[in-house]
């Protein structure tokens, strides 16, 4: 793990979240013991497919029908989730640090080698090398890429030629999260989160439209003051929902560029919620529920502690988390209490489960790719 001493010189020095939450000496907290499944909801598994082990942070793209997925030894997919088959499948040829973004047509993930790859129906159309690591899976839209790098950097280029237009590069922080972070477009804005800030820029040029604090670094060291935006993020209209790191959740009128509200809660992975209710896992398995109007708790449960939770989805009636082991558990968006469960590998799900028209899609740790749809 790197110094939190390090000098303010050595930018990017690369924080892993996981280690951040490790208390000093002491074992970690036994998982909760799974209750009884009453499958009170009735989901089958419809097909599988695979993409090779998985040690990045991965954004499952959905784009209607199709999810966009790569693995980390550089394989690069586009599956129908109504049956599992590849519409295309291609290899960067070389180990990726992020991915995978598409508009549908032009898909990137950058790769260990800090190179962005763009591939256009499986076939690779442009790399252009950058000029630090980036662990957010880069951004298609308005025919463009969209790159938001370790070193709090954003660049974008040119969707069919690779050409660089324009780069912004703010006062770098010695330590960073090794996970998917803020980068979304509203309407004509490209929202980025940079530290505990959400920040609105111009996507023509780069320049700065507005900044929005959900949380404020604190503490008396480095690690102390990480206070990064992770993704997912929950949207609806312009109204945009994030997660500082282990810090606070909030919303922001993106169009202003307004805080409407922010909460303390200490979680490390990404929202998820609709007009109503927004969906949150936190440090020690909490599942929580916090009303979109004005962040108030509406409900939690702890029949998930210390499972190694990923970010929710919410989907139909459900609340749909993964864990460490492998299990998928829907739970009622109205209280948190268990549907059902489903199995996967046994090895953790690795990124937030995604809803690709009438399917359930799960990513685990050792590459598998799951698709589950209700009976």
Request: proline share 6%; aromatic share 6%.
């Amino acid at each position: 793990m790197p110094s939190a001493l390090a000098p303010r010189a050595l930018v990017a020095i690369v924080f892993v979240a996981s280690l951040a939450a490790c208390s000093s000496g002491s074992p970690p907290p036994k998982p909760t013991p799974l209750a009884p499944n009453e499958a009170l909801i009735g989901v089958r598994q419809v097909w599988t497919a695979h993409v090779g082990a998985i040690d990045f942070p991965l954004d499952v793209n959905v784009n209607g029908n199709t999810v966009t997925l790569a693995g980390a030894g550089g394989t690069v997919a586009a599956i129908d989730a109504r049956t599992g088959r590849d519409l295309w499948r291609t290899s960067v040829r070389t180990p990726i640090a992020a991915g995978v973004g598409s508009d549908g047509k032009l898909a990137a993930v950058v790769t260990t080698g800090n190179e962005l790859v763009a591939l256009q129906g499986g076939r690779e159309l442009w790399r252009q090398k950058l000029q630090a690591q980036a662990y957010t899976a880069p951004l298609v839209a308005g025919a463009r890429v969209f790159v938001l790098a370790a070193d709090r950097s954003v660049s974008a280029y040119d969707g069919q030629s690779g050409r660089r237009l324009w780069l912004q590069k703010p006062p770098s922080e010695p330590l960073i999260l090794r996970q998917g972070g803020v980068l979304l477009a509203v309407g004509d804005t490209l929202v980025v989160g940079l530290s505990g800030r959400m920040v609105g820029l111009n996507p023509l040029n780069g320049s700065l439209r507005w900044e929005a604090p959900i949380a404020s670094p604190r503490g008396t060291n480095d690690i102390e003051r990480l206070a990064d935006l992770v993704s997912p993020v929950s949207r609806v209209g312009n109204e945009v929902c994030a997660r500082a790191f282990q810090t606070a959740v909030g919303c922001v009128d993106a169009v202003r560029g307004a805080v409407l509200w922010t909460r303390p809660a200490n979680g490390a992975q990404g929202l998820q919620g609709d007009d109503r209710l927004l969906f949150g896992t936190e440090m020690d398995g909490k599942v929580v529920a916090w009303r979109r109007a004005n962040g108030e708790q509406a409900w939690s449960t702890d029949s998930l502690k210390y499972r190694g939770l990923s970010a929710p989805l919410a989907l139909g009636r459900s609340v749909v988390v993964g864990d460490s082991a492998g299990f998928v558990h829907l739970l009622s968006r109205e209280d948190g209490s268990l549907l059902t469960r489903l199995t996967t590998d046994g090895s953790a799900v690795v990124a937030a489960p995604v809803a690709a028209g009438n399917t359930l899609v799960v990513v685990t740790r050792n590459g598998g790719v799951y698709g589950f749809q209700p009976e």
